[in-house]
């Protein structure tokens, strides 16, 4: 997915197990991160309010990212969801999320 900078983004995304069903999320903890494919840029982590549970039955969960935030990514990321479910078991979901950079961006950093 590319989006343009500065644009607020909502990314759904389904926790699956090995057998492509939906997890429960009841009573599951959940932490993410948002960082550069080669991972040296952390930008969110789970210390953050910008993740929810939109229906926990059926695996979903949202991650809403403010212009605010996007206005200062650039390239390629990848947003990385683990959950760990009430019986201990644990599941990554990883999707990656590109940001063009707008021209205001590019004047702002000489580019």
Same mark, same amino acid.
């Given at each position: 997915?590319?989006?343009?900078?500065? +644009?607020?983004?909502?990314?759904?995304?389904?926790?699956?197990?090995?057998?492509?069903?939906?997890?429960?999320?009841?009573?599951?903890?959940?932490?993410?991160? %948002?960082?550069?494919?080669? +991972?040296?840029? @952390?930008?969110?982590?789970?210390?953050?309010?910008?993740? @929810?549970? +939109?229906?926990?039955? *059926?695996? @979903?969960?949202?991650?809403?990212? $403010? $212009?605010?935030?996007?206005?200062? %990514? $650039?390239?390629?990321?990848? %947003?990385?969801?683990?959950?760990?479910?009430? *019986?201990? *078991?644990?599941?990554?979901?990883?999707? @990656?999320?590109?940001?063009?950079?707008?021209?205001?961006?590019?004047?702002?950093?000489? $580019?």
């Amino acid at each position: 997915m590319t989006r343009k900078q500065g +644009e607020t983004v909502r990314q759904e995304i389904v926790v699956i197990d090995e057998n492509d069903d939906p997890i429960n999320l009841t009573d599951a903890a959940i932490y993410y991160k %948002l960082y550069k494919e080669d +991972e040296t840029r @952390l930008v969110l982590t789970e210390e953050d309010d910008e993740i @929810l549970i +939109e229906d926990a039955a *059926n695996g @979903l969960v949202r991650v809403d990212l $403010s $212009s605010e935030i996007t206005e200062q %990514l $650039s390239k390629t990321f990848t %947003l990385e969801i683990m959950v760990v479910d009430r *019986n201990d *078991n644990t599941y990554i979901e990883k999707r @990656l999320i590109s940001f063009e950079p707008t021209r205001v961006w590019q004047l702002k950093n000489g $580019s």
